[in-house]
């Protein structure tokens, strides 16, 4: 297992990335997968916007991208997470930084074990998903 994270011309750095690298492997324990190679590449909003023009051909920008190379149920892929976007959403939904990059981080994590979001019942499951494990988080480290 090989979780890994990147920063592309960004000047944010995620602080305690071994617990977090921790947590998202135990997240795909509890879905039942095993954790393969996995990367989070965080970028700024110019780059996620040309990713989602490229590969998904939406002309907007976005939080989280997820590119899924899954074999069998081992689960490989690259989480692209826009920190532009993720800063603006804290503020928006009045959440701590820290709270909405974990949050976007599992929400790509479980987008690669076969969750969607297409629909709206399929968002409030992933919805209700998300949550779960930030508070699984939360206890595991007594806060954010």
């Given at each position: 297992?090989a ?7 960004v000047k ?6 071994k ?10 324990r509890a ?10 590449i ?5 780059e996620?916007?040309e990713?989602n023009?490229?590969?998904l ?13 899954h074999?069998?149920?081992i689960i490989?892929?690259e ?7 993720i800063?603006?959403?804290a503020?928006r939904y009045t959440k701590?930084l820290?709270?909405e990059?974990?949050?976007v981080?599992?929400h790509?994590?479980?987008?690669l074990?076969?969750?969607s ?8 499951i992933?919805?209700q998903?998300?949550?779960?494990y930030l508070a ?9």
């Open positions: 297992m979780i890994k994270i990147y920063y592309r011309d944010f750095r995620l602080g305690k990335t617990d977090i690298k921790q947590w998202i492997g135990e997240v795909i879905e039942g997968k095993k954790p393969g190679d996995l990367s989070f965080f970028v700024g909003d110019s996620i916007l990713i023009k490229e590969f051909e939406h002309d907007y920008y976005t939080d989280v991208i997820a590119f899924d190379y074999n069998g149920d490989n892929g989480i692209y997470l826009s920190i532009d976007t800063r603006k959403n503020i701590r820290k709270e990059i974990l949050r981080m599992v790509g994590t479980l987008h074990t076969g969750y979001d297409d629909e709206q019942i399929q968002k409030s992933m919805r998903k998300e949550d779960q699984d988080y939360k206890k595991m480290k007594n806060g954010f």
